[in-house]
Structures are given as structure tokens and as C-alpha cells.
DNA sequence: ATAAAATACTTCGAATTCGAAGCAAATATC
DNA sequence: GATATTTGCTTCGAATTCGAAGTATTTTAT
């Protein structure tokens, strides 16, 4: 029983340093980890409507608005109407925002893969599946708990 | 490699989730998350020093100024003098607060343990293990980064 | 066709947390 | 023993994120 309070610390802790190794790999390129989040994902994924960002990147609307509406005024995404539907927006890289998310990316990727080094493929594997499925129980409970 | 990336963001929403559960759970006994720490804190291992509650519970202390005040408002911790260092306050439960944290302790880690119950020892031991070596390393990755 | 409900987003205000700057006491250095 | 540095804490202002309420538009139900 104790022990699982412990694995709760030891799950947070690694998690914090992780945030805070991609904090500092992030804000070295002058963006925040948000911020970063959108770029990527509008990326790899191409064009995206708002809710779908929110969806994926699991944001708030609100504060969604707020990371978009920063990264039109740095000229790194477009927003723009979705002919279809009135009430949704778009939102895509600029060329200049393309440009930028490559040229930053493959360091980025490498940075961060490096603190996996310490596990063998196997150790990796086995420790993605249990914290996989930790989390899905927790979040389960966790949004079950609140009943709304 | 994308394997890696990957892996970060299970854990990151793993931890995620869990962090949601343990807010959803502590705020029904009407804490917060960083309240609850310290009250176990103090629970279990008696009055502290400010400075170490800092940094055992890795919060700047300009946040746990505010967080003890918060806790001294309502009764449930005492802050006081070290006579020995007159720089330094000591923390500690109040009767109520100590009441209190044992009335809700046993409660509270039966519900967070229960997220465990997803994972044979064996497993939740070696996540353990591979999670302290992954959090080791980005923490010195990240901190050494950085220069200071 | 109209009213009601749902969806997409924005705006606003609050909570949480932090870093930087400041003050006071203690310790080290000359 | 005076000065400089370190340590412990507080205050202040900024960043991030959220939920609640508001607006506009579309979808659904009547």
C-alpha cells in the first residue's frame, strides 16, 4: 500500500523533470511547450480545426484561443473560416511557421529521445503498457468521481 | 525514435490523469493538492522547517509562504519561530489539522491505490524502476542544460 | 417554420505556481 | 570587528491554465 503511494511520487516526479527537460529544450528555440504542442501537431497533421486542437492536445477552448491567437501574431499559423461551418476556424502553419517547426524539430526529437537511453527496448515497451494502462484507470475514475 | 516521443507523452498523460484523480479526490475533502502535502508531510514525518518542506515537496518558497499562510487561516498548521535559527520558521499540524489529516489519510490512499490494481507487482515494480531511471536522467539533462 | 438545444469559439476573472527582487539574520572572510 | 556572502523567508508581478458566461451559428425537434 505504501508502495503505491510511492510509484504515485515516482510517476509525478519523472514527469515533472520530463516537462522540465522539454521546457528548457523548447524555450531554447523562444517558444513554450504549447505553443510547441500546436506547431507540431499542425505539422504532422496538417490544417486543424480549434476543437480538434483541443481535443488532441487536450486544452481547454479557452485557453486554446489564447496559445492560437499568440503564434497569428508571431506570424507562425493562419486562422481562418471553415466555409462548411460558420462557427468553426481553421487554423495552419504560414510558411514562415513550416519553415521554423523543421528546422527545429529533428534536434528536438533527439534531445529528448536521449533519456530513454537508460532502458533497454524491453524495459521501455513494459513500462509504455503499465503506464498506459495506470492511466486509463485514472483518468476513468478520476472523470467517473466527478460524476457530471 | 517517434517510439520515444511517444513514450513521453504516455507519460505525461499518465501523470496527467493521476494528478486529475489524487485533485479530484483531495478537493472532496476540501484541500488542494499542494495543502494535502504538506498536511501528510507534517503528518508523517512531524514539524519541519520551511526551507525543507520546500524542498521535499519541490515548491519555491515564495509558494509555500502562500500555501502555510493559507493553512495557518485555517487552523490546521501553526508557524512558528526556531529559536535556534531566528531566520528560520517551523511548521506544524495543529491539533485540528492533525485530527483532520487522520480522518482522511486511510481513505485517500485506498482510493489512489486502487489505480494499481491494473498491474501485477512484478510490473508496477519495474515501471518503478525504468520511470526512476528515465526521471533521473532528464532531471540532470534539464538541470545541467540550463547551466545555472 | 419556429423554438430549443447543441456546438464553436471568445472574453473575463480566478487559481496556481513561479522567478526576481528585497529584507533580515547568520556565517564566513579579511 | 567590519564587510561580504549566504540563507530563510516574504512580497510582487507575470505566466499558464481553467471554468463560467456570453455570442454566433447550426442542428434538431416540434
Redesign the interface.
Given at each position: 500500500?505504501k508502495?503505491?503511494?510511492?510509484?504515485?511520487t515516482?510517476?509525478?516526479?519523472?514527469?515533472?523533470?520530463?516537462?522540465?527537460?522539454?521546457?528548457?529544450?523548447i524555450s531554447s528555440y523562444g517558444l513554450n511547450t504549447t505553443e510547441f504542442g500546436v506547431l507540431e501537431f499542425l505539422y504532422h497533421r496538417g490544417p486543424q480545426p480549434m476543437s480538434n486542437l483541443c481535443k488532441k492536445l487536450?486544452m481547454a477552448n479557452s485557453s486554446m484561443t489564447y496559445v492560437v491567437d499568440n503564434l497569428v501574431k508571431n506570424n507562425y499559423v493562419d486562422k481562418y473560416n471553415d466555409s462548411e461551418d460558420k462557427r468553426s476556424n481553421f487554423v495552419a502553419l504560414t510558411e514562415e511557421g513550416e519553415k521554423y517547426i523543421e528546422s527545429i524539430f529533428p534536434t528536438h526529437?533527439n534531445?529528448?529521445?536521449?533519456?530513454?537511453?537508460?532502458?533497454s527496448e524491453e524495459?521501455?515497451e513494459?513500462?509504455?503498457?503499465?503506464?498506459?494502462?495506470?492511466?486509463?484507470?485514472?483518468?476513468t475514475?478520476?472523470?467517473n468521481?466527478?460524476g457530471k
Open positions: 500500500m508502495n503505491k503511494l510511492k510509484a504515485v515516482i510517476i509525478l516526479r519523472a514527469s515533472k523533470s520530463l516537462e522540465k527537460l522539454l521546457k528548457s529544450d487536450l526529437e534531445r529528448i529521445s536521449e533519456v530513454f537511453s537508460v532502458l524495459e521501455q513494459s513500462m509504455m503498457e503499465s503506464l498506459k494502462k495506470v492511466g486509463i484507470l485514472a483518468e475514475i478520476a472523470t468521481k466527478e
